[in-house]
């Protein structure tokens, strides 16, 4: 295995723009001596120069010395041909995201670098098992999918496709250790870890959306204040481009040949095309000003009035007491009748336990009632039933948002589905689950990662949210994970390996 903590470690980076010019930064000051080439004239040269401005922010801000940032410099070489490569222990590929370009890639450099170089591709979506067959030695050939930007974010993915040696996973690991990075290991499949665990937030978002189940905005709310994302998921849109997003999520149910759990929605096809695309063309599902600010959407206003009578399941009783309403020990003709389904509708619910559909409302216990609380209707829910409802969840000043009728309300389906795709990612081996979750909280930025999601719930939940949304849609979307049934049956952790 190569020696990947040698002082005169040599690597060298081909394509020289953001993605490369970071890998050449991280690995420059980790002591690397790092060498760069680029088949654009000029290109190279700037991306040293933007490396030293980087470094001087850096300094400025008493982050590194001035005399680590001018050692960090002296590592970095422009090489004028792939020849120049012949030194390297590893060679990091950045350039045009084509398969056919990277194999001829790496075809040049088997000619120059010796037999022990690792060649690894930064590529986001394309086979390294198709670029590493173009290669007389397939076996040296790896995926090292970074994260833009580079210094910032401490992830890298490695993935090993069908041929890829072991130690040559275990090389680029230990490489990704020596400059901080968090290295984890994946199959050779489509969307590798963070792409593909990224399949559960956005894709099933729009899917409540579509059904008119709640606006953009409150959607977003929901995800936020009460499941605790940091950024709602027409926030990320925007913030990535909708483009961008949709063309990754068509990718990826077209590789996964239909999967219906990565199935894209029609919403964003002609959103596109209409070049709503966020922040970068100014509008998205947000309009944004010159100072890159969202517009802020107003909630709507709490209703006054009193709710009278309430007749309320017993996970519901300590709220509703605590808010001063008047609780019935029956449900009455004339009560506000307050259910907390998991997984099934306002309208199944009231109808399984005999309570008048139109007098019923209900609330999402999942993630407690603490930062905002979503009250959801039957379709025949009297206006003044639900606007009574709102007034009581809100007197204590905990916002409400009011959602039209769904299966698993919004957070349980949304992370109910993050936390099925992740199970599905680790039962499938395409990652152990501690890479699993270690990939998603640094680079997808979610509060935890899919498996501690579902435990912090509670596997027995998340496993009863899916299977009512399975039987209420009867869509293969929504089946349960094996990974997910037996861990939840047996009482065990989703982290739990095998």
């Not at 010395?65 to 390297?88: G, Y």
Request: charged residues 20%; glycine residues 10%.
């Amino acid at each position: 295995m190569l020696d990947i903590q040698r002082p005169d470690l040599v690597a060298g980076v081909a394509g020289s723009g953001t993605m490369g010019r970071g890998i050449v930064q991280v690995l420059a000051q980790c002591g690397v001596r790092a060498l760069v080439f680029d088949a654009k004239p000029g290109a190279a040269q700037a991306a040293q120069d933007a490396i030293g401005k980087s470094l001087a922010g850096l300094v400025q801000k008493g982050r590194v010395s001035q005399a680590d940032a001018d050692k960090t410099l002296a590592r970095i070489e422009i090489v004028d041909s792939l020849a120049a490569f012949k030194p390297c222990h590893v060679v990091i590929e950045a350039i045009v995201e084509l398969l056919a370009p990277k194999q001829e890639l790496f075809k040049a450099l088997e000619a120059v670098v010796s037999d022990s170089c690792i060649l690894a591709s930064n590529t986001s979506s394309l086979s390294v098992t198709a670029m590493a067959a173009a290669c007389s030695r397939p076996g040296r050939v790896a995926g090292y999918h970074f994260f833009n930007p580079v210094p910032v974010m401490k992830i890298v993915e490695v993935v090993e496709g069908e041929l890829t040696e072991p130690w040559v996973g275990d090389a680029l690991s230990a490489l990704a250790r020596r400059y901080g990075h968090k290295p984890v290991r994946c199959k050779d499949t489509p969307g590798f870890i963070i792409n593909h665990a990224g399949r559960g937030y956005v894709p099933e978002s729009l899917r409540v959306l579509q059904e008119g189940v709640a606006d953009f905005a409150t959607i977003d709310r929901i995800l936020v204040d009460a499941a605790g994302f940091r950024l709602g998921p027409f926030g990320l849109l925007d913030l990535v481009g909708l483009d961008v997003a949709h063309g990754v999520m068509k990718s990826m149910h077209a590789q996964y040949f239909q999967e219906p759990k990565y199935q894209p929605s029609y919403l964003s096809d002609p959103r596109v095309a209409a070049g709503l695309l966020g922040r970068k063309t100014g509008r998205g599902w947000y309009r944004y000003g010159k100072d890159g600010v969202a517009e802020k959407i107003p909630e709507q206003k709490t209703p006054s009035g009193s709710s009278g009578l309430v007749w309320c399941v017993p996970e519901l009783k300590d709220l509703l007491t605590r808010l001063g309403a008047k609780i019935e020990p029956k449900p009455t003709p004339d009560c506000i009748c307050f259910v907390a389904p998991l997984g099934q509708d306002a309208t199944g619910t009231a109808l399984q336990l005999a309570l008048d559909p139109s007098r019923t409302v209900a609330i999402d216990p999942l993630f407690g009632f603490g930062k905002r609380r979503t009250l959801m209707t039957t379709p025949v829910t009297r206006p003044e039933v639900r606007d009574a409802a709102h007034a009581l969840l809100a007197c204590d000043g905990v916002p409400v948002s009011v959602i039209r009728d769904s299966a698993g309300f919004v957070a349980q389906r949304v992370v109910g589905h993050i936390v099925n795709v992740g199970c599905d990612i680790v039962q499938q081996r395409i990652a152990t689950p501690e890479d699993l979750d270690s990939a998603v909280v640094l680079g997808l930025n979610y509060p935890r990662g899919p498996l501690a999601m579902g435990d912090a719930v509670g596997a027995p939940k998340i496993l009863a949210v899916l299977e009512a949304m399975h039987a209420f849609y009867q869509e293969p979307r929504y089946r349960p994970s094996p990974w997910l049934k037996r861990r939840a049956k047996l009482g065990i952790s989703l982290l739990t390996p095998e």
